[in-house]
């Protein structure tokens, strides 16, 4: 199993260029999510699903869109970036069979607005 | 909505030391508590978790312990170790039951000198 994949690892925009931040899992997981990551303020909630056709906001969700089609897989859409938005961003999956399983992260995509 | 708030932020030991790091969260439905340790430049890890149905959970060198009537949970480094060194994250669910959904708190970076 290749777990949670993110693609890319890297990237730079330019403010106002629009981008799509790519999340995958194979573990058939019901549950997926993004956060960002920033020095000082832990891991916030971008946005989570359910399952496919099922999405929620989380923390901080302004300037971000997602859709789930599938269950495999979760994009991130910024559409118009901004400086504020400079972060690392971790996609996480889990189980919703039992009580509470472990989520498992990405391993990051590093994005840089100018 | 469920706010955790993690201290401290930074924690020097050193080796053989112990270390305890502190959260509280606010909504008296969290049921789940569960621990992350991201080492430099790598995703976020599960290391322990604890349900609301148990005071304490032990496995090695590490201990979570949890007291819902004030609505704190702490980790417990016994003996740190060089490879100690990273930022740990706890987390909450906002939410009885498994709903996925988790609160991470700020984060604590945690060094162990040698």
């Known amino acids: 199993n290749a777990g949670v994949t993110q693609t890319p690892k890297f990237q730079v925009l330019k403010t106002g260029q629009s981008m799509t931040l790519q999340c995958a899992q194979d573990?058939?997981?019901?549950?997926m999510s993004w956060y960002r990551q920033d020095p000082g303020m832990g891991l916030r909630l971008i946005h989570y699903?359910?399952?496919?056709?099922?999405?929620d906001q989380g923390e901080v969700p302004n300037g971000y869109n997602v859709s789930r089609s599938t269950t495999e897989d979760f994009p991130l859409r910024l559409l118009s970036a901004a400086p504020s938005q400079t972060s690392v961003y971790f996609c996480?999956?889990?189980?919703?069979?039992?009580?509470?399983?472990?989520?498992?992260f990405g391993p990051g995509t590093r994005l840089t607005v100018l | 909505g469920e706010n955790v708030e993690q201290h401290p932020s930074t924690l020097s030991v050193q080796e053989g030391d112990s270390a305890v790091i502190k959260c509280t969260y606010s909504?008296?439905?969290?049921?789940?508590f569960p621990w992350y340790k991201q080492e430099l430049g790598k995703r976020p890890q599960l290391i322990i978790d604890?349900?609301?149905?148990?005071g304490e959970k032990k496995d090695q060198r590490i201990a979570v312990t949890l007291n819902k009537t004030a609505k704190h949970f702490s980790l417990h480094i016994t003996e740190t170790q060089p490879e100690d060194s990273a930022v740990y994250f706890c987390?909450?669910?906002?939410?009885?039951?498994?709903?996925?959904?988790?609160?991470f708190g700020q984060g604590t970076t945690l060094q162990v000198k040698p």
């Open positions: 987390a909450a669910s906002p939410a009885s039951g498994n709903t996925g959904k988790l609160i």
């Open positions: 909504d008296s439905a969290s049921n789940y």
């Open positions: 573990m058939n997981h019901e549950y």
């Open positions: 604890i349900r609301s149905n148990v």
């Open positions: 996480a999956s889990s189980s919703l069979a039992g009580t509470y399983n472990e989520q498992f």
């Open positions: 699903s359910v399952g496919a056709g099922i999405t």
